[in-house]
């Protein structure tokens, strides 16, 4: 079945460690995105990326890095920077942003905490 | 700028009663307006859209949404609420194509009372 894949479900990182997620989707959508959710704060957008090869910033991105090398694949690293970093985080997918007549298909989450 | 705010973070039913989920959105533009639900520790799963055409839309799990545009409102009913519905309910909106243009509310908590 097509969707997208996020692993590890749970992790846990000591403080000053720099930890990666991973998003694999096998929906051959072009757009990749990932959120951090906060109880109370809704989701918000930490980097996007519409093609292989590139991707962008979004609101939250500090303490953040990640890579665009495969179409199937949108990895996040949570660096040493992100000054409080444990959260639930969510990739998702979605075909060309050409109009919203799209929707986007998220990923079951991971959950980082910091120990 | 557009945002979305979701009335009452809280919201308990009794099994078999009505569901009301409210939002209000604000945007200079013609919105497009979604609604998903997320259960416990998993992602979220779009319930219906609204983009452009008949108002009332009609979603999964006997969901519908009236986009009010006079009201700046898209809430989410359901005549009659099942213990399956409890979850967290998000209301977002974007004036342009795109997911990284979408903002989401802070959601909405649903506590269906059997």
């Known amino acids: 079945d097509g969707g997208i894949t996020q692993s590890p479900k749970y992790l846990f990182r000591k403080e000053g460690q720099n930890v990666t997620l991973s998003c694999e989707q096998n929906?051959?959508?072009?757009?990749m995105y990932w959120y951090r959710q906060d109880p109370g704060q809704g989701l918000r957008l930490i980097y996007y990326s519409q093609i292989v090869n590139d991707f962008q910033k979004g609101d939250i991105a500090e303490g953040y890095s990640v890579s665009r090398e495969k179409k199937e694949s949108f990895p996040l690293t949570v660096t040493s920077a992100q000054k409080n970093p444990t959260a639930f985080y969510l990739c998702a997918s979605s075909t060309p942003p050409t109009g919203m007549n799209t929707e986007a298909f998220f990923g079951q989450g991971t959950r980082l905490t910091v120990v | 700028a557009q945002s979305v705010t979701q009335l009452g973070s809280h919201v308990s039913v009794s099994e078999g009663a009505l569901v009301l989920l409210r939002c209000n959105y604000s945007?200079?533009?013609?919105?497009?307006l979604f609604w998903y639900v997320q259960y416990p520790n998993q992602g979220l799963q779009l319930l219906l859209k609204?983009?452009?055409?008949?108002?009332l839309v009609k979603g999964i799990n006997g969901f519908e949404a009236e986009f009010k545009k006079s009201e700046t409102s898209f809430h989410l009913t359901k005549p009659s609420a099942h213990m399956s519905d409890a979850a967290e309910y998000f209301c977002a909106v974007t004036s342009s194509g795109g997911y990284q243009k979408v903002t989401f509310g802070i959601g909405t908590k649903l506590q269906v009372i059997p």
């Open positions: 945007s200079s533009v013609p919105p497009y």
């Open positions: 929906l051959n959508h072009d757009a």
């Open positions: 609204y983009t452009t055409g008949a108002t």
